[in-house]
């Protein structure tokens, strides 16, 4: 099985463009297009939050028209610049989400649980994990223990040197997330968004990724006090193999970077 993750699109309405800058919905539309385009086929796709950028209907109406391109299925979690019950309304035909209060999922694909977090605090930027959240995440857990498991979520619930970003982490991760997971041995991986780059950091003997952003990606400044500001590096999806026993992640960089070249010439000999 092989499916992507795709993240921190922030579309916004009225031909506007993030931080007056950037062309989001182009960026969605190239998504897309590299999402479909991928061979073999992805089985599925995961969107790890910021779909959108205010939060409000009339952005969700434009996600939803570009995003129902996408030809195989799609499951989401918010962030902390989607508004829940907005984007609630929005996926009503979602019936894999939780129905009241967090917006978040569990299913099985393949063999492999996959877990959909809601982080967000409503009208905050952080993102925390409240009892009821770890009430449910443990009952999840306990349920499919032995079911390998990768967990999605938008607030990556450790701090990646980037100060400003670190101000609206997961809060409290500490003392809300990881004794929920810690020593769930099923766990294969936890895949965040939220910080526009990719990075990775292995905690509590968990491996964790953050996904680069479909669009704008957070400058790599990890000076203290370093000024928050994004840089147009390549955008990104995470492409995700489930062999039924290991989970493999690439990253998968959107854009024409040239290429495919060949390593062996028609004779069958490597190119010296
Ligand atoms: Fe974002
Ligand atoms: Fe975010």
New binding site residues.
Partial sequence: MIFAQLT?IHIKAGGKFAYNCVDTLSHLRKAVAHLNAFRPRLDFVVIS??LVDLGNADEYELFRQEIDQLTMPFYVIP???DHRDAMREAFADHDYLTNEGALQFSIEKDGLRIIGLDTTIPGK?DGHFDADKQTWLRAELTAHKDQPTLVFM??PPFKTGIEHMDD?MLMRAEEDFWPVVTGQSQILQIAC????RAIEVFKNGIPVSICPASGHQVTLDLEPDGEPSFVMDPPAVRIFRWTGGELINHLSFIGDFGGRHPFFDKNGNLID
């Fill in positions: 921190d939050g910021d962030g902390n610049h930027h938008h607030h609206i968004g939220h910080v526009h």
